[in-house]
């Protein structure tokens, strides 16, 4: 059974006593009348626009680990191959954390199991988030159940990677946030089947037949009949004969009229803003937001600060606390690396790069591995730009003053 195969065409909320405490607080119907469910919220366009442009974003950050200084690289740590490169021989580092990525935006909970090999972790199995409840025992110590074709398991907290969004205090589970505005997303869904069933119609709206004879219930079933022929998108400009004194009268207003494109339009602005993304970056350009020059990369870099970001420092945070021990939470830090999701365009980067070198913030060779470049000799050393020169050490190759130097002039 795949990752999927748990998860989608569930209802969100479910009811019994296996549900967690925190989904009787949304249920599963919804002002418009649709139920919501992961599946039907992922088939909007919008929520899989916005979901795919997060876990795609999230996938171009790589997760590494770092020494006590946040800059040495730990690469002969155990956890760095599990996190960097591949948590299990299943899944490479970029499905995991798109798997996380999605697991969050959709239920607010990523989980993956530790598996040991003696003391060390040697593997991170994740799971669908709704096969796993979080519980607590009668002395209160929090557990997870999973369920699995053979039945329910129950996994000690120890022994699982939980990375939660939003959480409401006294409770252990992540909110989802299409749960929390499943109104907004069965508006959404219910606009996108209206719509549906408009263009099924072939444009047409329903429509009423009147006469000034009294017709029998054959007659009416004869003409109904006759009429379907017409009914469909395949059938759209055919032409009708109304006999017997027949006048053809609209019951619905166009979709002109009912305003269904500004309001599918605002479904779509609604859904961003409930995952935080800017809808020129999943192509919706409204009230003349620009896609072009500084604009859009004031948006990317809004997106980063107030999406993605706070998304990447949860992941982090649940790391350390249940995948580090007490001994390697005071040596280690992990932090997704963020540089290539923010590099600018070549003038951009150079311009960047140029002002760190000069600076003595990077050595040359640093700044050529951020380009991708091989390391050239003498080029670990830190430089400085030749104009920050103190005034005393002018002419000179950078040692002090020579005794047979002549007085200089101030």
């Known amino acids: 059974m795949g990752f999927f195969d748990k998860w989608f065409g569930r209802p969100i909320g479910l009811s019994g ?38 876990s795609n974003a999230v996938v171009t ?59 060390r972790i040697a ?6 988030p709704l096969s796993v409840d979080v519980k607590r025992d009668d002395r209160n110590r929090r557990y997870y159940e999973v369920s699995e074709k053979t039945g329910k398991r129950r996994v000690a907290a120890d022994r699982m ?15 989802s946030p299409i749960g929390a505005v499943r109104n907004a997303v069965g508006n959404a869904q219910s606009g996108e089947k209206s ?17 000034d004879q009294v017709l029998k219930a054959d007659q009416r079933k004869q003409i109904a009949d006759s009429l379907q022929a017409f009914a469909g998108a395949d059938k759209a400009g055919g032409i009708i004969v109304l006999e017997a004194g027949l006048k053809a009268q609209q019951l619905t207003i166009n979709p002109q009229d009912a305003q269904m494109l500004e309001t599918r339009q605002f479904s779509v602005e609604q859904i961003c803003r409930i995952f935080g ?8 350009a409204a009230n003349g937001t620009t896609t072009w020059g500084s604009g859009i990369e004031q948006l990317i870099l809004q997106f980063t600060k ?43 980067r150079a311009d960047f790069l140029s002002k760190l070198v000069t600076s003595s913030i990077y050595t040359p060779n640093e700044a050529r591995r951020y380009e991708n470049k091989a390391p050239e000799d003498g080029g670990d050393q830190l430089i400085a730009n030749g104009t920050m020169t103190p005034l005393t ?9 020579l005794e047979d130097d002549p007085p200089r002039k101030v």
């Not at 990677?161 to 909110?175: F, N, S, T, W």
């Not at 993304?277 to 919706?284: A, E, K």
């Not at 606390?321 to 290539?340: A, I």
């Not at 050490?393 to 003053?401: E, F, K, R, S, Y």
């Open 393 to 401: 050490l002018l002419g000179h190759n950078g040692g002090p003053a």
């Open 17 to 54: 006593d296996d549900a967690p405490f925190w989904r009787g607080f949304f249920g599963t119907g919804t002002t418009s009348g649709e139920c919501v469910t992961y599946d039907s919220a992922m088939g909007l366009d919008a929520v899989w626009a916005c979901v795919n442009l997060i």
């Open 306 to 348: 107030t999406c993605l970001t706070p998304m990447l420092r949860r992941i982090e945070d649940g790391i350390r606390r249940d995948l580090f021990t007490s001994q390697e939470r005071g040596r280690l830090s992990v932090k997704f690396n963020m540089e290539g999701l923010l590099r600018g365009d070549s003038a951009a």
């Open 195 to 211: 719509a549906g069933k408009m263009f099924a119609n072939g444009m047409l709206a329903s429509m009423m037949l009147s006469s």
């Open 61 to 119: 950050c790589p997760c590494v680990i770092y020494g006590a200084d946040g800059v040495t690289v730990a690469s002969k740590e155990g956890l760095y191959d599990l996190l960097h490169d591949q948590p299990n021989e299943f899944d490479t580092a970029t499905d995991f954390w798109s798997m996380a990525a999605l697991s969050l935006c959709l239920d607010g909970n990523f989980f993956a199991e530790k598996v040991y090999l003696g003391e």
């Open 123 to 128: 593997g991170l199995v994740p799971f669908a």
């Open 161 to 175: 990677l939980h990375i939660r969004g939003y959480v409401v205090p006294g409770i252990d589970r992540g909110l």
């Open 277 to 284: 993304v800017p809808p020129v970056m999943i192509g919706h």
